[in-house]
T-cell receptor, first 117, second 112 residues
Framework: KAGVTQTPRYLIKTRGQQVTLSCSPISGHRSVSWYQQTPGQGLQFLFEYFSETQRNKGNFPGRFSGRQFSNSRSEMNVSTLELGDSALYLC????????????????FGPGTRLTVT | GDSVTQMEGPVTLSEEAFLTINCTYTATGYPSLFWYVQYPGEGLQLLLKATKADDKGSNKGFEATYRKETTSFHLEKGSVQVSDSAVYFCALISGGSYIPTFGRGTSLIVHP
């Protein structure tokens, strides 16, 4: 099976702009989660989508939003970029349903490195 | 809430040395436990897992045993290689939202 793919891999934006990142999950996985990784804060959970609905949400401002399409592909949007949004954004997919916790193990993509100048 | 505590890094070792990275957790119920590895410039890869007490997860020479009595899941490898240099994350999934809780990561540097 192909793994999780993320596009683009690298992005440079200017403060105040907006950005959209894309994630294609492993075939058959219906859950997509997004994380922000920075040296100072480590790995922080942004949100999770399952069957086109946001199922879980982390503690991030409303400038961070996402959506999921019927084919389970997901996009994440950040509006009014700030310097502090510079980070590696990771997407992870999992089956997202089932009786065992194994159904929720996450498989990560390579990430999108966002630099805000 | 759930939490994972890992030893601070970096851990610096010579090739063929023994590795231990400590991980302890706090969780409700009986979580599943994971170790992920992140190589430079890449995303996280699932390294090994254990789903119940006394289970031992193993992969690529790495091992970790689920210790319920000490709420620990320490990562070990008998002989590290330069190629093992990476950041290692301990994580758990409990029965709440099923979103993993990650530790802050431990950087491992292996010198030839």
């Amino acid at each position: 099976k192909a793994g999780v793919t993320q596009t683009p891999r690298y992005l440079i934006k200017t403060r105040g702009q907006q950005v959209t990142l894309s994630c294609s999950p492993i075939s058959g996985h219906r859950s997509v989660s997004w994380y922000q990784q920075t040296p100072g804060q480590g790995l922080q959970f942004l949100f999770e989508y399952f069957s086109e609905t946001q199922r879980n949400k982390g503690n991030f401002p409303g400038r961070f939003s996402g959506r999921q399409f019927s084919n389970s592909r997901s996009e994440m949007n950040v509006s009014t970029l700030e310097l502090g949004d510079s980070a590696l954004y990771l997407c992870a997919s999992s089956p997202g349903q089932g009786a065992g916790k194994s159904s929720y193990e996450q498989y990560f993509g390579p990430g999108t490195r966002l630099t805000v100048t | 809430g759930d939490s994972v505590t890992q030893m601070e890094g970096p851990v610096t070792l010579s090739e063929e040395a023994f590795l231990t990275i400590n991980c302890t957790y706090t969780a409700t119920g009986y979580p599943s436990l994971f170790w992920y590895v992140q190589y430079p410039g890449e995303g996280l890869q699932l390294l090994l897992k254990a789903t119940k007490a006394d289970d031992k997860g193993s992969n690529k020479g790495f091992e970790a045993t689920y210790r319920k009595e000490t709420t620990s899941f320490h990562l070990e490898k008998g002989s590290v290689q330069v190629s093992d240099s990476a950041v290692y994350f301990c994580a758990l999934i409990s029965g709440g939202s099923y979103i993993p809780t990650f530790g802050r990561g431990t950087s491992l540097i292996v010198h030839p």
